[in-house]
């Protein structure tokens, strides 16, 4: 079995088909699964078979986590994330023997996992939800840090819902010069760090933001006033030097690093946001509603282009 974390007195690890018995046991307690939605399990077999065909971890590296205390090894209950596909969204949730209620161990568990989800897997933030009337679920959620968002139905049950950000994430305005190591990783590979300082860097209406992680600089965008012929507007920025750190890419920080820049120019009254990208990044900047227009075109030493944009108005 994996390990995930511990804490002072507890420690999560992955499901194993031993647990059977005890996610049999706990939801036969209509306590336990008072504002759930669950159902209890018909038998421990019918347990066994939800373990067999568990295959979160395989699919989000991440899921629901037995825990256990450390001492004893005893199950206490679960805690963990979860990942819904449909609203790309992750959530923190629990569940304990009844025993084991008022002992801390849902706070201590859950903010372990939310730990663990933001240093270890870089989530952006983290959702959870309780029934309304679930008071001392609430206290958990808030003892953990998340903060009340709204109210609604969730799973056809009346619900608060809650959020907490990656404390480790920020994102904030830097000079030109901070940018060019990490354009130099990314953008200039094996070229001298003078190729990365641009055209415009430098200009007052030019800003640069960077994405730090731990106060730690892993990606840079810059964002100058530059019209291109092929538009119409009178305000337009063009993006320039969008670059996340090779060992941070595929965990969402440039759709932070690219909705902050948005944010900001519509502050400014900025109509339209054009760039030019290369052939590979297409996918992640259609994903963020930009549109190609025009054909490819080749830029020298570099690759494939197309040109980008945006309509930041409507």
């Given at each position: ?23 049999y ?18 038998s ?26 450390k ?14 596909p ?10 304990f ?22 240093d270890?897997l ?5 959702y959870?939800h309780?029934?309304i ?7 958990v ?17 009346p ?16 000079p030109?010069t ?25 200009l ?12 730690e600089?892993?990606?840079v ?25 090779k ?68």
């Amino acid at each position: 079995m994996k390990h995930i974390c511990e804490t002072e007195r507890l420690y999560l690890r992955e499901f194993t088909i031993e647990d059977s018995i005890h996610f049999y046991r706990m939801n036969l307690d209509q306590e336990v699964i008072k504002y759930t939605g669950d159902a209890a399990f018909n038998s421990e077999t019918e347990a066994k078979l939800f373990l067999i065909n568990y295959n979160q971890y395989k699919l989000h590296k991440m899921g629901r986590w037995a825990v256990c205390e450390k001492q004893t090894n005893e199950f206490l209950g679960w805690c963990g994330l979860k990942y819904h596909p449909n609203d790309d969204l992750v959530e923190v949730s629990y569940r304990f023997y009844k025993k084991h209620w008022n002992k801390g161990y849902a706070t201590e568990s859950a903010l372990a996992s939310i730990n663990y989800g933001f240093d270890v897997l870089k989530l952006k933030e983290i959702y959870a939800h309780a029934h309304i009337d679930n008071f001392a679920s609430h206290k958990v959620i808030e003892k953990c840090g998340l903060k009340f968002i709204d109210q609604a139905n969730y799973d056809g049950m009346p619900a608060k819902l809650y959020k907490i950000k990656n404390p480790y994430i920020t994102i904030k305005q830097i000079p030109s010069t901070k940018t060019y190591l990490v354009r130099q990783l990314v953008l200039r590979v094996e070229k001298p760090i003078e190729d990365c300082e641009f055209d415009g860097d430098d200009l007052e209406t030019t800003f640069h933001l960077g994405l730090y992680l731990k106060n730690e600089l892993i990606g840079v965008a810059t964002f100058l006033e530059n019209k291109n012929k092929l538009f119409n507007h009178q305000k337009q920025i063009q993006l320039r030097g969008m670059a996340i750190l090779k060992k941070e890419q595929g965990f969402g920080f440039g759709d932070l690093l690219l909705k902050k820049g948005e944010t900001i120019l519509k502050e400014k009254g900025t109509e339209l946001l054009w760039f030019n990208a290369r052939e590979k990044a297409i996918g992640f900047y259609k994903k963020n509603s930009y549109e190609i227009l025009g054909k490819s075109f080749n830029i020298p030493h570099i690759g494939l282009h197309y040109t980008m944009y945006k309509h930041l108005n409507q």
